[in-house]
C-alpha cells in the first residue's frame, strides 16, 4: 500500500511519501522537496534523533523595514566577510592552512571581492526576501527628505567617527561587554549570598545565577564576536576549530578587561555590605565571607593535585560540550536554543564541581576580581595564596582541560577538516612546516633558514 500526502506551502509543496510492504518489512520514510531553479525533486531520507526531526524549519516572515532605513544604515544585512565562531550557532567550516590546496587557495583569493557596501542582500532559498526600495537620490527625494543633505555617509558608508572606529574594534567591545555583563551578574549573586550569612541565597542558587549570567551575555555577544568570555573557550578555538590566532590574544585582553570591569562593578555595589559583613565577624575585609564570592580557592583540605584536575576535568566537559553543540553534524540545537544550554550546563558545572575549589572553570573570572581586590587594598596574598593558584588553578589548568575536552570530542566524534586530528598525514606535516616558516617570519630569523622550510614545504606538496 502506498500513501501519499501533500503538504501547502506558501511557495512549493513538500511530498512525503511512505511505503509500507508488510508487518515484517521495514518501512522507508523519505521527504521529497524540489531542488532549486528547476523544480526536481529529490529524495532526503529522514532521520529520527532525540533531538527531533531533520526536517527544513518552517517558514518564517522577515522582519518590517522602513523605506529610510537602509539609507542610514547601510551596513545592515549586508552579508559576513569572515566566519564567526559563535557559542550561539553552529560553528563554521574553515580550512586551515595546512589543509588548503594552493592552487586552489590562489584562485579563490584572485576571484574573490570584499562586497559593496550599498550592495543589496540576496536572501537565502528558505528565507523571505525583505522588500524595500532602492536607494533614490533623485531631487524630489530630497525635497522629501531634506535632512538626508546633511545626513550622507562617507565612502565606507559611515556618518561619523565613532561608527567607523566601532566597526574596527565591534568584536572585542562586543567581548568585553558581555564578559562584564555575566561577570557583574555571578560576583553580584555571590556577594548577596555570603555578605547576607545565606539568608539571600544559597551555594544552590548560585549555580543557576551563574549559568543564566552567562546565558544572557551569549545572547547579547554572539552574533557578533561569537561570546565566547572565557579564554580557555577562545584558545580551543584557535588550536582546534581555526579560530585565527591573531584574534586570540585580543580576545582573551577582552575578556581580562571585561572581568576587572565586572569585579569593580560587583564590588562598588556591595562596598557597604562587605563592611558590614567584616565589622560583624571583627575581621578585615579580605578574611571576611565576601572572599568567597570574589575568589576562587581550594578548600583548605583539597590537595592541590586534586584541585587541579577539578578544574580540568569541569572544563574539559565546557568546551567539549561546545563544540558538540557548535557541531551541525552531530545534533544541534534549535535557532536560538544554544546559549540556553549552555546556561544550563555552567549551571549542573557549578553544582557538580564547584565545592571544592569554588567552580571557576574561566581565567578571566577570577584574575578580574582578584585584580580589583588588590586595587581595594586587600593585600598582595591574594596573589600568593595556596601557592599562587591564580596561575596553575584558573589558567593553567583550565586551558588544558579545554584543550583536551576537544581534542577528546575529535578523536571520538567529529570528522570536520578543521580540526588537525582528521589532517592527512603529509598534509599534518605540511601545516606544521607552514607554521614554523611563519613563525621565523614573525622572529625575523635568517634568510637562508626559511628558505630551508619553503623547500621542505614544496617537498611535501610534491
Given at each position: 500500500m502506498r500513501s501519499t500526502v501533500c503538504l501547502p506551502s506558501i511557495t512549493t509543496a513538500c511530498l512525503i511519501s511512505t511505503d509500507v510492504q508488510s508487518p515484517n518489512c521495514q518501512s522507508h520514510e523519505t521527504i521529497q522537496q524540489p531542488s532549486q531553479g528547476h523544480g526536481a525533486i529529490s529524495n532526503t531520507p529522514q532521520q529520527y534523533s532525540l533531538t527531533g526531526s531533520n526536517r527544513p524549519p518552517p517558514y518564517q516572515r522577515g522582519a518590517y523595514l522602513h523605506p529610510d532605513y537602509m539609507h542610514y544604515n547601510p551596513h545592515y544585512g549586508q552579508?559576513?566577510?569572515?566566519?564567526?565562531?559563535?557559542?550561539?550557532?553552529?560553528?563554521?567550516?574553515?580550512?586551515?592552512?595546512?589543509?588548503?590546496?594552493?592552487?586552489?587557495?590562489?584562485q579563490t583569493t584572485a576571484t574573490d571581492k570584499r562586497p559593496n557596501a550599498h550592495q543589496e542582500k540576496v536572501p537565502a532559498a528558505d528565507e523571505p526576501p525583505t522588500e524595500h526600495p532602492p536607494h533614490n537620490d533623485d531631487l524630489k527625494a530630497k525635497k522629501k527628505h531634506p535632512e538626508a543633505r546633511v545626513a550622507?555617509?562617507?565612502?565606507?558608508?559611515?556618518?561619523?567617527?565613532?561608527?567607523?572606529?566601532?566597526?574596527?574594534?565591534?568584536e572585542p567591545l562586543a567581548e568585553w561587554l558581555g564578559t562584564t555583563i555575566a561577570?557583574?551578574?555571578?560576583?553580584?549573586?555571590?556577594?548577596?549570598?555570603?555578605?547576607?550569612?545565606?539568608?539571600?541565597?544559597?551555594?544552590?542558587?548560585?549555580?543557576?545565577?551563574?549559568?543564566?549570567?552567562?546565558?544572557?551575555?551569549?545572547?547579547?555577544?554572539?552574533?557578533?564576536?561569537?561570546?565566547?568570555?572565557?579564554?580557555?573557550?577562545?584558545?580551543?578555538?584557535?588550536?582546534?576549530?581555526?579560530?585565527?590566532?591573531?584574534?586570540?590574544?585580543?580576545y582573551v585582553a577582552a575578556q581580562l578587561g571585561g572581568g576587572i570591569t565586572a569585579g569593580g562593578i560587583a564590588y562598588a555595589l556591595y562596598r557597604d555590605a562587605i563592611v558590614d559583613s567584616a565589622l560583624a565577624n571583627h575581621v578585615t575585609q579580605g578574611e571576611s565571607l565576601a572572599r568567597q564570592a570574589l575568589l576562587t580557592a581550594?578548600?583548605?583540605?583539597?590537595?592541590?593535585?586534586?584541585?587541579?584536575?577539578?578544574?580540568?576535568?569541569?572544563?574539559?566537559?565546557?568546551?567539549?560540550?561546545?563544540?558538540?553543540?557548535?557541531?551541525?553534524?552531530?545534533?544541534?540545537?534549535?535557532?536560538?536554543?544554544q546559549a540556553f544550554i549552555l546556561g544550563i550546563l555552567i549551571s549542573v558545572l557549578v553544582l557538580a564541581l564547584g565545592y571544592n575549589t569554588g567552580g571557576c572553570f574561566n581565567g578571566a573570572r577570577d584574575f578580574g576580581p582578584r585584580l580589583v581586590a588588590l586595587m581595594a587594598g586587600w593585600g598582595g596574598q591574594v596573589f600568593r595564596e595556596k601557592h599562587a593558584w591564580w596561575i596553575w588553578g584558573p589558567w593553567a589548568a583550565d586551558i588544558s582541560g579545554g584543550l583536551c575536552g576537544t581534542f577528546i570530542y575529535d578523536l571520538a566524534i567529529f570528522t570536520g577538516a578543521e580540526s588537525p586530528i582528521n589532517?592527512?598525514?603529509?598534509?599534518?606535516?605540511?601545516?606544521?612546516?607552514?607554521?614554523?616558516?611563519?613563525?621565523?617570519?614573525?622572529?625575523?630569523?635568517?634568510?637562508?633558514?626559511?628558505?630551508?622550510?619553503?623547500r621542505a614545504v614544496r617537498e611535501v606538496e610534491q
Open positions: 552579508p559576513q566577510n569572515a566566519p564567526i565562531w559563535s557559542l550561539a550557532q553552529p560553528l563554521p567550516h574553515v580550512m586551515r592552512s595546512g589543509m588548503k590546496n594552493k592552487d586552489r587557495d590562489d550622507q555617509p562617507d565612502e565606507r558608508g559611515f556618518f561619523n567617527k565613532w561608527g567607523e572606529i566601532r566597526h574596527q574594534f565591534r561577570m557583574t551578574l555571578g560576583l553580584c549573586a555571590g556577594l548577596q549570598t555570603y555578605t547576607s550569612q545565606n539568608q539571600a541565597g544559597s551555594f544552590p542558587s548560585l549555580a543557576p545565577a551563574w549559568g543564566f549570567a552567562f546565558m544572557i551575555a551569549i545572547y547579547m555577544a554572539g552574533g557578533v564576536s561569537g561570546g565566547h568570555l572565557n579564554p580557555a573557550i577562545t584558545i580551543s578555538m584557535s588550536v582546534w576549530r581555526g579560530f585565527p590566532a591573531r584574534k586570540c590574544m585580543v581550594p578548600k583548605d583540605f583539597v590537595h592541590p593535585v586534586t584541585a587541579f584536575f577539578n578544574e580540568f576535568v569541569g572544563t574539559a566537559i565546557l568546551v567539549g560540550t561546545i563544540m558538540a553543540l557548535g557541531d551541525d553534524t552531530n545534533a544541534p540545537p534549535g535557532a536560538g536554543m589532517y592527512p598525514r603529509r598534509r599534518r606535516k605540511r601545516a606544521l612546516l607552514i607554521k614554523e616558516k611563519n613563525l621565523m617570519h614573525k622572529l625575523r630569523f635568517g634568510r637562508r633558514k626559511i628558505r630551508d622550510v619553503e
